[in-house]
């Protein structure tokens, strides 16, 4: 089994758990979008996709943001769980290829999908992200700043973070014309990064 089918059976597993921290999820992402949302587009009539969006709860703030929004998500539960929510979400892996022609929206996202990936898997989402994006493509993740608790829950959850807080910003970089960083919350920051 790859890397990216035991990351997508965890995310299966545990849909419904993730599922109860929607509505403080939702709140938290909403007060990035006020206090950093100006580094954004006028959303006024712009479409967006959140790529991995598990429950919807960023997916739902970018909606309060004013963007018309849909979300992907790779795991079927967190499609279904996504539904109840209200968030409109599709079953798609980013890293496969997404069924949308180039420049199809004027925001891309992707909430704390990266640093899950494996660096090569990691590199698709970063190209798969860019081709679909006419003008800006927003992470939302880990910025570098430790937290005990965080370091053994990402050891736990068995994807790439230690090696995402160290390199994840010179990938961005490669992989993108220009990439600003602001930090969000106390270990969270807002890559926003231009095609
Ligand atoms: C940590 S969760 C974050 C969910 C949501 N963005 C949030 O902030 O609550 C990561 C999500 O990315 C999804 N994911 C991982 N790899 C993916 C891929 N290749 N394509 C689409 N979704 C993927 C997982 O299924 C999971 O729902």
């Not at 539904?83 to 892996?93: E, F, K, N, Q």
């Not at 790439?160 to 490669?174: A, H, M, Q």
Request: glycine residues 10%.
């Amino acid at each position: 089994m790859t890397h990216l089918e035991r990351h997508t059976r965890l995310f299966e597993r545990i849909a419904r758990p993730y599922s109860w921290f929607f509505a403080g999820q939702t709140r938290s992402y909403a007060a990035c979008f006020e206090a950093a949302g100006s580094a954004l587009p006028d959303p006024r009539g712009r479409r967006a996709l959140d790529i991995g969006c598990g429950t919807g709860a960023f997916t739902a703030a970018l909606k309060s943001a004013g963007w018309d929004v849909s979300g992907v998500d790779a795991a079927r539960a967190m499609v279904s769980q996504a539904g109840r929510r209200g968030v409109s979400c599709t079953l798609a892996d980013a890293v496969g290829g997404l069924p949308f022609p180039d420049k199809s929206f004027d925001l891309v996202s992707a909430a704390y999908v990266a640093h899950g990936l494996k660096a090569p898997e990691r590199a698709r989402l970063f190209a798969e992200a860019k081709r679909l994006s006419k003008e800006v493509v927003l992470f939302h993740d880990y910025s570098g700043k430790r937290r005990l608790l965080t370091d053994i829950v990402e050891y736990l959850e068995g994807g790439d973070y230690f090696n995402f807080i160290e390199n994840g910003l010179d990938e961005l970089k490669r992989a993108f014309s220009s990439v600003s960083v602001i930090e969000v919350g106390p270990q969270s920051a807002w890559y926003v990064c231009r095609p």
